[in-house]
Each structure stands twice: as structure tokens, then as C-alpha cells.
């Protein structure tokens, strides 16, 4: 079987920090309104916690699905200010984003954490999006695979069942709010490199996405590349026609 057939497009958004109830309000109404209208393609958005309860009650009756931008690896307990995988389930969340670049910058989080946390949010019933990327120094130095490698090797470790059940993201951290993205070409080769790592295990039907500075003008060529099966989009998701335009692309 042509394993490439059965991986269906994914896009999600990722509104990072920003919202307010109102606001949110008009994107996803915006959203919602032609959202029916995207075929052949699987469309997310991943909010902030506080509002997690707004989106799905915006987004109940629409093919849209939310989820949120992290998850603690803890089930509960003595963890102050930290957000339990079965938490995000109580809201209808379908899908959580681990191991994001600025997470592991900003938050020192570690490549076994973020396994844990992808973990933690299987036996939750929520899909992790585990997102790898290197950053400028390391591409310009040629340690890409190196980085990738490295940061995959704890998830892959989880073993076949578990990874199989995952999505992975490529987001090299230079093309992050930068207005750079890789080229066609450069994202396939280290899509290319992840899911030879995933036949290894296996499972060659993960979706493996890309995030960069992904846009309506740039998407379709991106899409058009045998190994990249959608985008984690930032802060064109913010913007409720530019988003749907992507995943139309």
C-alpha cells in the first residue's frame, strides 16, 4: 500500500500568547464560516488554556477541532500552574503541541520531558504534535540531522505503538517569526531524513508537518512535497481567511 494516500492533510493553528475574548470571538466565527469549504484537509487550532472552554464551544458544530499549546507530563498533584493532559480532555481538546521550540528555549525543556509529555497526553486520548527543529547556528554548521536525531531519539524510544499515534512537526527555529521559511526542497530533505526514522519503527503513516512562517503563498508549494503533510501555522492563523487559504492551498 502507498502509505503517502493514507496520510490525510493537517493544519493547525497555533495562536500562541495572544487572544482576548472578543477578538477570539471574531476569528472563529471567521473560521467557522468557511471552514466546510476546505476539502481534503484536517483543520485545528491550538489556544491558549484559558480559552479552550470558548473554543469549543465556537467550534462544537464545525469541522474545525482545537486543542492547546502544552500539557504538564505530571497526571496531577502538587504542581502549581501546570495543565494535566486529562484537563485539556474535559474541553473537547483533541490535540496538545509539545517540545515547541520557544518551550524549550524559554522553559529549559528537555528532549526526555518533552517525550513524557507526549506520553502523558496518549493516555489522555489527546494527539501530541511533538515539534523538532534546529536553529540558525546549528543549520548554518550543518548539524540539522544531528539536532533532529538527537531531539527524536526519546520519543522514537516510546516505542511503535505509542509514536504511531503522534504527529510530529519540523520547525526549523530560524524560519519562526522571521519571515524566513525554508525552501520546498530544504524542508523535504529534513522531512525526508524524519520519516525514513519513522519507517524504521514502523510507522510511516505519521503526518510529519512543517512550521516556518508558513503563508497562503508559499503553502501549495510546500504541500507539493512527497513527505510534508501540512503546516503548523502561527501567526497567519491569526488571521481567519489567511489560515483557511492554507489549508485550501
Known amino acids: 500500500m502507498n502509505t503517502v494516500l493514507t496520510r490525510k492533510r493537517l493544519v493547525i493553528g497555533n495562536w500562541k500568547m495572544h ?3 472578543a477578538a477570539n470571538a471574531v476569528l472563529l466565527d471567521g473560521i467557522n464560516a468557511d471552514a466546510a469549504s476546505v476539502q481534503d484537509c484536517e483543520v485545528a487550532v491550538c489556544v491558549p ?3 479552550l472552554g470558548q473554543a469549543q464551544a465556537s467550534l462544537a458544530d464545525s469541522p474545525v477541532s482545537w486543542g492547546a499549546q502544552d500539557v504538564s507530563a505530571h497526571e496531577q498533584g502538587a504542581y502549581t500552574g501546570e495543565v494535566s493532559a486529562a484537563m485539556l480532555a474535559d474541553f473537547g481538546s483533541r490535540w496538545v503541541l509539545v517540545g515547541h521550540s ?4 524559554l522553559h529549559a525543556e528537555t528532549d526526555q520531558l518533552v517525550a ?5 497526553a496518549l493516555a489522555a486520548g489527546l494527539v501530541p504534535v511533538v515539534c523538532i527543529g534546529e536553529t540558525y547556528e546549528q ?3 550543518s548539524q540539522t540531522s544531528r539536532v533532529i536525531e538527537r531531539q ?3 520519543v522514537l524510544a516510546l516505542g511503535a505503538e505509542q509514536v504511531g499515534r503522534m504527529v ?4 526549523p527555529v530560524w524560519a519562526i517569526g522571521t519571515g524566513l521559511s525554508a525552501t520546498p526542497e530544504q524542508a523535504q530533505d529534513v522531512h525526508a531524513f524524519i520519516r525514513a ?4 519503527l514502523g510507522v510511516p503513516q505519521v503526518r510529519v508537518l512543517y512550521g516556518g512562517s508558513v503563508k497562503a503563498v508559499n503553502a501549495a508549494s510546500l504541500f507539493a512535497m512527497p513527505d510534508i503533510d501540512g503546516a503548523l501555522v502561527g501567526g497567519a492563523s491569526l488571521q481567519a481567511q489567511e489560515f483557511l487559504r492554507i489549508a485550501a492551498a
Open 19 to 21: 487572544g482576548t475574548l
Open 49 to 51: 488554556f484559558p480559552y
Open 102 to 105: 520557544e518551550r524549550r528555549s
Open 116 to 120: 513524557e509529555k507526549a506520553s502523558a
Open 139 to 141: 543549520q548554518q554548521s
Open 152 to 154: 527524536l531519539a526519546p
Open 168 to 171: 510530529l512537526a519540523y520547525e
Open 197 to 200: 526514522r519513522l519507517q524504521s
